[in-house]
């Protein structure tokens, strides 16, 4: 191994996986290389991995947390099934990570964490480096702890302070082993430590430190050249699904022209879009941190009914929670949204893990006839366009509306083209404000919309409620023949916003053998799996519903085109039960509840059983 | 929001909606009502602005009798609706209407944080000891070994004081009232509104079918100077048909003087309502008979910030230090890059 370390291979994608601790900073190291990667021009995608616990044990597998981050020379649309390098910085992330590793992939251990004591706390009876079990992978050793506290030996921190920056000397090798640029990184560490140069200066030391042990240590074979990608032109940054969701939000809000107003109690993985929204008072959004998941959407409902744009967020057992409130916002016709982003079920079920189970929940989840919208963003960047999707239909229509994230979306990341103001849609609201004309529940020819007034309009007041309504004066009325009126208008109303939602769009042929139908965050790999069998000549096309609730008007033509209809999610089958049973397609399911992503991987075998016959190439 | 330019002055009736009042013949809620409509015409604030907000229960039907607007929302959540409202419009005047069941028992946790975050509104608890609307089933304010459909030998769960939880909870102004004395009840509604922060009046209600005589023993006419004490800021606590009896603490613990032993009322306690400690405002709260006699009137009246200026005042302050946000400079913040 000792010659030719200077040699460079190109490759066209590479998925890293950082693991550790979870106070190792993997998560910040896995970060760093996106942005770096991204910078650079390389087409990213990643997805964290931690534990619900804060600090588990030190070196326990309980406490391991992981970052993976997929770069590559063309576009991807997922992080990547499995890594092709594994950081491991103790024996916990070893052993936990292992089985996701294909043989042959590399393993950069952190030797000298793997001591007895260590060994132990990952349940292994011996060293796992000695007894064949890494046998067919290329495993290189490095002492990061040792170097780490040698480089900064000099620097004047205490020890404790020293081995926090160990992540940095691993992410300084991982850098020159892929030939990048440690600048955008050095700009990060000085403007995060701008208030303590001293710590700085440690990490940037560090951080170079490993870069050039990489260079000399000769310990790689060589090293790699991931040439850029060709996306479109325009500015982008790097942004997870979270941080898209609130910009989406406020986005909202700018262009309605209203106030928004958040309100949400804490809840693993939805708390960062409090935290992000919390952060744009300059824009008069208002945020509050309820006493629970019942005040929260209360309060919405309270915001939305004085004319700001209400919205709480939350995750499955919130939504639980807020169902009857959801269902007073259904009965008083308000457009309140509801963000939720999911996470592995029932009960508290794996809360920092993802899985698409709560799409019945929001469809059907509330007492009585209770139809109300539901859209749900494909990728991080498209939480931007859905979140302002939700308003814009919400106020257009004046209903509560569902936006369905979920954790994977919300915490991974990619590279978002930074969209102008002046191409963001043009929306408006429109307040009654003559006595003579206003009624309540006087609706919309088009879209049934009832009228949005708002207290402080003289000759306005009225009153809603929970109660039902009597047609067109919202008076409490309780006769059969106004309910069931009642009760076809509000469904009625939920319907026609077909009318004004994009038809969903088919890639691929718009007609064949399989159409792979999806939702949420299954798209990756949904599509990398399509673009895969499609190069094969097999006769697949892909569709993605970004709308739940109403279907685009053409899902039904478009599934006719289709010998058979696979439909793959992250829960036991729960668009597939819509499917079935809106357009009596004899659809099927891959269900997969791992609280992981969807893999392409399986997408792909399960194409393969079910198409057999190649597209006649010309 | 006073529209000055039209300084109509507005009765009563402006306030009375076109919907037919349903509670029982007999009840309460009427004369709580009553007070209601009555005073809003004097609070000089326009129709359009003022709202009531009420959960579920006989007393949450009042924002439907109000010409103002309202929101009949659903059982104890009133006060969040009332909260993201007067939030998102500090404008408004925002009222919510609630009731033993709905605000102690199933809205419990919300009440309690609406005054602990002391919102700028009034809350008006009509306490009937009873479920009336499910047809009479025990609640938390209900005595113990009271015999209801649901407790038939009587029930094991020890009452909750309406005006202690407030004060406990943190309310800036917390004050009781009594259905039937109309006088003492507009008068402490009107001060209620008053109050920068949030109010909380207790309402002792009669519930003539389900619970009747719920307050008779301390609060008929014949008997109420005897056993009830009206607190007044400023004043000695002094009670009784002759008012010939007084309240004073002997460390914390009440001590009933009666005049005619010596004692005079320069030795009884001089009410003040405006205290930040509760201390005493709950002692006075937690009274009751026939050991001691019930108080009534305004227990404490103190002001602090309250939740939806400072909310506002943060916007402000930002905006002053950062000026007005600019979406597109948000959206492109942080590590972008430019792909030719």
């Known amino acids: 191994m000792a010659e030719g370390s200077g040699d460079v291979r190109e490759v066209a994608r590479v998925t890293i996986r950082f693991a550790g601790d979870s106070g190792d900073g993997s998560q910040l190291a896995g970060q760093q290389f996106t942005n770096t990667a991204a910078i650079f021009g390389n087409d990213v995608s990643t997805v964290p991995d931690y534990p619900a616990e804060i600090r588990a044990p030190a070196g326990s597998l309980a406490g391991v947390s992981s970052f993976q981050v997929s770069f590559s020379s063309h576009e991807i649309y997922t992080a990547g099934d499995n890594p092709d390098v594994l950081v491991a910085m103790n024996p916990a992330a070893l052993k936990t990570n292992l089985p996701d590793l294909p043989k042959g992939s590399l393993i950069i251990i952190n030797a000298d964490e793997f001591t007895e004591a260590n060994f132990r706390k990952a349940a292994y009876e011996g060293d796992p480096r000695e007894d064949g079990m890494l046998a067919g992978f290329r495993v290189i050793q490095v002492p990061i702890t040792s170097m780490n506290a040698r480089a900064l030996k000099e620097s004047g921190l205490p020890q404790r302070q020293i081995s926090r920056s160990k992540n940095l000397f691993a992410l300084g090798v991982m850098f020159w082993l892929y030939e990048r640029s440690l600048e955008p990184t050095l700009n990060w560490i000085d403007s995060k430590f701008a208030k303590n140069p001293q710590v700085a200066e440690a990490n940037k030391t560090t951080l170079k430190a490993g870069f ?89 409902i309270g915001a939305s009914f004085g004319g700001a744009l209400g919205l709480t967020g939350t995750s499955g057992p919130g939504l639980a929670l807020k169902s009857e409130a959801i269902g007073l916002a259904v009965m008083a016709e308000l457009p309140v949204v509801i963000a939720n982003v999911q996470r592995s079920g029932p009960s508290t079920g794996m809360p920092s893990k993802t899985e698409q189970a709560d799409l019945l929940q929001a469809m059907f989840g509330r007492n009585g006839e209770s139809p109300l919208a539901v859209v749900a963003p494909a990728t991080p960047a498209e939480c931007f366009d859905m979140a302002i999707e939700a308003f814009r239909i919400a106020t257009k229509f004046m209903v509560p509306t569902i936006f369905l994230s979920d954790g994977h979306l919300g915490s991974g990341s990619e590279p978002w083209r930074i969209p102008a103001i002046k191409d963001l849609p043009s929306m408006e609201v429109h307040h009654p404000t003559d006595p003579e004309t206003f009624e309540p529940y006087q609706r919309d020819e088009t879209t049934l919309a009832r009228p949005w007034a708002v207290p402080g309009m003289p000759g306005l007041e009225h009153r809603i409620g929970g109660l039902e309504k009597s047609d067109i004066t919202g008076d409490v009325r309780y006769d059969a023949e106004n309910h069931e009126r009642m009760t076809h208008l509000r469904a009625e109303k939920v319907e026609r916003i077909a009318d004004d939602i994009p038809e969903l769009k088919v890639d691929g042929e718009p007609s064949g053998e399989l159409l792979v139908l999806g939702w949420g965050s299954t798209y990756g790999a949904i599509i990398s799996a399509v673009y895969q069998a499609q190069a094969d000549g097999l006769s697949v096309s892909a569709a993605h519903l970004r709308y739940l609730n109403p279907f685009p008007k053409n899902l039904g033509t478009v599934l006719s085109q289709f010998e058979r209809v696979l439909i793959p999610e992250m829960n036991l089958g729960q668009l597939l039960l819509l499917i079935r049973a809106r357009y009596l397609v004899d659809a099927e399911g891959l269900n997969r509840v791992t609280g992981r992503p969807m893999k392409t991987a399986d997408v792909a075998a399960k194409i393969r059983t079910l198409v057999r016959r190649k597209v006649s190439v010309a | 929001m006073t529209t000055a330019d039209q300084p109509i002055k507005l009765a009563r009736k402006d306030f009375v909606s076109d919907q037919e009042v349903r509670w029982c013949p007999g009840c309460g809620d009427y004369s709580i009502l009553a007070q209601t409509q009555k005073l809003m015409p004097e609070l000089n604030i326009p129709r359009e602005n003022i709202v009531f907000i009420s959960g579920i229960g006989c007393n949450s039907r009042l924002p439907y009798y109000m010409n103002t607007y309202g929101f009949h929302s659903i059982h ?184 005619a032993n010596g004692a005079s009322a320069d030795d009884a306690l001089v009410h003040d309502e405006t205290l930040e400690d509760p201390t005493i405002a709950t002692i006075l709260a937690r009274m009751d008979y026939p050991e001691l006699p019930v108080a009534m009137g305004v227990l404490r009246a103190f002001e602090r910030p309250t939740y939806d200026a400072m909310m506002e005042d943060q916007i402000q302050e930002v905006i002053r230090q950062e000026g007005a946000g600019d979406l597109e400079a948000l959206l492109n913040e942080g590590d972008a890059w430019v792909v030719e």
């Open chain 2, 76 to 259: 104890g959540r009133a006060p969040t609706l009332a909260t993201g409202l007067k939030a998102a419009r500090p404008d408004l005047s925002v009222w919510v209407i609630t009731g033993d069941g709905d605000g102690l028992s199933i809205g419990g946790n919300h009440l309690l944080h609406i005054m602990r975050r002391n919102v700028d509104v009034v809350i008006v608890l009509f306490n009937n000891r009873i479920y009336g609307l499910t047809k009479g089933q025990y609640s938390p304010t209900s005595e113990q070994g009271k015999v209801t459909k649901t407790s038939p030998v009587g029930s094991i769960d020890y009452p909750l004081n309406p005006c202690s939880f407030a004060l406990g909870a943190g309310a800036t102004f917390v004050a009781r009232s009594l259905d039937i004395d109309t006088h003492h009840l507009v008068t402490t509604l009107e001060r209620a509104s008053q109050h920068k922060g949030t109010s909380f009046v207790e309402v002792m209600q009669n519930c003539n079918v389900y619970n009747d005589g719920a307050y008779k023993e301390f609060a008929d006419k014949a008997v109420r100077p005897d056993r009830m004490i009206e607190v007044e800021h400023g004043n000695p606590l002094i009670f009784g048909k002759e008012r010939n009896r007084g309240f004073r603490l002997n460390g914390t613990v009440p001590e009933i003087l009666d005049f």
């Open chain 1, 212 to 300: 050039y042990f990489g260079e000399t240590a000769e310990l790689f074979a060589e090293h790699y050249r991931v040439p850029k990608a060709n996306p479109q032109p325009g500015k982008y940054r790097s942004i997870t699904g979270n941080e898209a969701t609130a910009l989406g939000f406020l986005a909202a809000s700018q262009l309605l022209k209203k106030p928004l107003f958040y309100a949400s109690y804490p809840i693993t993985p939805a708390s960062d879009i409090l935290a992000e929204l919390a952060k744009y008072k300059s824009f008069g959004v208002k945020t509050m941190q309820t006493e629970d998941e019942l005040a929260a959407i209360g309060a919405a």
